[in-house]
């Protein structure tokens, strides 16, 4: 939770609110790896791709 606050802060303090939508992205297709390599769904994930 430190890493978030830090990464929220840092955010705030240097205007960098356009790194946001690249946050989520990135932390939405991690989301996909982690559930598609480990779970009933991989198959339909896979084939979004």
Same mark, same amino acid.
């Not at 929220?8 to 690249?22: I, S």
């Not at 992205?25 to 480990?38: E, N, Q, T």
């Given at each position: ?5 830090? &990464?929220?802060?840092? *955010? ?8 946001? %939508?690249? +946050?989520?992205?990135?932390?939405? &297709?991690?989301?996909? *790896? ?8 991989? %198959?339909? +994930?896979?084939?979004?791709?």
């Amino acid at each position: 939770m430190e890493f978030l606050k830090d &990464l929220l802060q840092f *955010l705030k303090e240097r205007k960098k609110f356009w790194l946001v %939508p690249m +946050i989520i992205v990135f932390v939405f &297709l991690g989301l996909l *790896l982690v559930i598609g390599g480990s779970s009933a769904i991989a %198959p339909f +994930i896979y084939t979004l791709f």
